[in-house]
């Protein structure tokens, strides 16, 4: 049986995102309720196979960054350069004291990455060396000149979009990257191109079109809104309630009974806690509030006090018509005291 390999991932979180529109660097904004470099980071951090997570930042974000990812487990963050590749360099050179086999390389800009994802790419880089996530092309692609003319139609069955993170063996990736820093090659978009420079084989692995990188302002409402639709009906509710103090010797505080030389000066038993409660789950169902129930509920009861009356005069009537006169009188009720008892 082979020997598990050891797997450490970078997390590439240097950049600025100006693209993204004013707030800051797009990393540590929230979508969701969590900041991106959290969502980016913690499927690493968490995941079973991943010893190591080394992040990469920008010396200015070392605070927010601290801030943003307390709760998780990571390696001393090390700081970027100029460049994504600059940066992803800095990180495998953090690393190598760790001596990996794999690394992963992902960016701190998609969020979304899942544990799957993650899983396939280990197995990748363990059987190719060298391997990228990717999915097909769904659109018609055109190449396009410098005046914008269309100059050629690529066959999409061809194409495919790559994503990270994007896996290699440790000692070759990183030897890739002394090399481009040595001849000056500074231009790489990603860590396959920079592979594929080198002479290594890049292989593909399945991606998952839900893990997107995070660019423009849009990229971030339509990003909530998907968020938000998986939550499914949730509604919120508030509630107060409010009692003055009276002659007593107790108090009902959220169903409990406490001692008190006062009481509360209510119709009810004026527990403030519960009818607040109880106001807010009102509310939360767009049925008005506890007043109006109560409201409700003072009608229902006179409305049955009216019907319980209005029965009672219908069965004094029917014993009136039914009441006997003359000596023969206890024997006629006698005798139509089962029709009354079919009309009651």
Known sequence: MSKPKRTAAILVAAGRGL??????????????????????????????????????????????????????????PTNGGATRQASVHAGLEALAAEKPDIVLIHDAARPFVTPAVISRAIDAAERTGAAVPAIAVTDTIKQVGNGGDVEATPDRARLRIAQTPQAFRFDVILEAHRRAARDGRSDFTDDAALAEWAGLTVATFEGDPANMKLTTPEDFVREEARLASQLGDIRTGTGYDVHAFGDGDHLMICGVRVPHTRGFLAHSDGDVGLHALVDAILGALADGDIGRRHARAHCRDHRRQRLARRRQGDHQRAARLYRPRGRHRGHSERHHSSSLERLT
């Open 19 to 76: 693209r993204a529109g004013a707030g800051g660097p797009k990393q540590y904004r929230t979508i969701g309720g969590q900041t991106v470099i959290f969502r980016a980071m913690e499927a690493f951090c968490r995941h079973p196979d991943v010893f190591a997570v080394q992040p990469v930042v920008n010396p200015d974000d070392i605070a927010i960054f601290s801030d943003a990812v307390a709760s998780l487990r990571h390696q001393p």
